[in-house]
Nanobody, 116 residues
Framework: QVQLVESGGGLVQAGGSLTLSCVAS????????MDWYRQAPGMQRELVAS???????YSADSVKGRFIISRDNAANTVYLQMNSLKPEDTAVYYC??????????WGRGTQVTVSS
């Protein structure tokens, strides 16, 4: 079993920055794609960014140019650097590990609140 633990959320003013971290209890990055999702109140969970086991990254159109996903294999950590934050970025952010298009592990989430 693998645990994913997110951290780094908080309250920030619009235009500010936050960096989220997701620490995996085991090194799974060579076998799993790592995704960041978010879920706002009353909304469906949406994919924000991902990094494949091969290092290919993806960002949703809503965050492209503002959010950057990266990982540190030695630290078993995936990051989501969030810049130019907007109130509509307010959500709980989740880290997830995917293998063969199936999500195996999820973190419990970290709250990000952006004030206007």
């Amino acid at each position: 079993q693998v645990q994913l633990v997110e951290s780094g959320g908080g309250l920030v003013q619009a235009g500010g920055s936050l960096t989220l971290s997701c620490v995996a209890s085991k090194n799974i990055f060579s076998t799993h794609d790592m995704d960041w999702y978010r879920q706002a109140p009353g909304m469906q969970r949406e994919l924000v960014a991902s990094i494949s086991s091969g290092g290919v990254t993806y960002s949703a159109d809503s965050v492209k140019g503002r959010f950057i996903i990266s990982r540190d294999n030695a630290a078993n950590t995936v990051y989501l650097q969030m810049n130019s934050l907007k109130p509509e970025d307010t959500a709980v952010y989740y880290c997830a590990a995917k293998q063969w298009e199936m999500y195996e592990y999820w973190g419990r989430g970290t709250q990000v609140t952006v004030s206007s």
